[in-house]
């Protein structure tokens, strides 16, 4: 997939982003440096996985125009405010919090982007009996 290519430019989006939290994940506990790296990526995988939703869904419309933009946005807020708030445990626990539920439906956004894009698939390419 070419980087230009809306699904392909979410592809590597979402393996890079994902690639980083998995990567600082393994680091977590006692905290080092890769505490900051985990909570940047902690925030930025949901918008991620909405782009690769949208992309994957070939989503067209006003809900994928404005969405996007909004996701981004409250993303980078949220990882600021992680970085400049990580040594507080009750501040962090609710952004953590907030991103995880993010997270979810991020999640459940790109499974049904790539259940449409699979059914379409298929409804496109007739079946071949050998």
């Given at each position: 997939?070419l980087?230009?290519?809306?699904?392909?430019?979410?592809?590597?989006?979402?393996?890079?982003?994902?690639?980083?939290?998995?990567?600082?994940?393994?680091d977590?506990?006692?905290?080092?440096?890769?505490?900051?790296?985990?909570?940047?990526?902690?925030?930025?995988?949901?918008?991620?996985?909405?782009?690769?939703?949208?992309?994957?869904?070939?989503?067209?419309?006003?809900?994928?125009?404005?969405?996007?933009?909004?996701?981004?946005t409250?993303?980078?807020?949220?990882?600021?405010?992680?970085?400049?708030?990580?040594?507080?445990?009750?501040?962090?626990?609710?952004?953590?919090?907030?991103?995880?539920?993010?997270?979810?439906?991020?999640?459940?956004?790109a499974?049904?982007?790539?259940?449409?894009?699979?059914?379409?698939?298929?409804?496109?390419?007739?079946?071949?009996?050998?």
């Amino acid at each position: 997939m070419l980087p230009a290519d809306p699904l392909g430019r979410s592809l590597v989006f979402l393996g890079s982003i994902g690639g980083l939290y998995m990567l600082s994940s393994a680091d977590l506990y006692p905290p080092a440096a890769s505490l900051r790296a985990n909570a940047l990526a902690t925030t930025l995988l949901p918008p991620t996985l909405l782009q690769f939703a949208l992309a994957a869904g070939d989503a067209r419309g006003r809900f994928a125009r404005w969405s996007l933009p909004i996701a981004w946005t409250l993303a980078v807020l949220a990882a600021v405010s992680m970085q400049i708030l990580l040594g507080d445990p009750t501040a962090t626990g609710w952004i953590s919090a907030t991103c995880n539920a993010a997270l979810g439906l991020s999640l459940a956004a790109a499974a049904i982007g790539l259940a449409a894009r699979a059914r379409v698939t298929a409804d496109a390419a007739p079946l071949v009996a050998f």
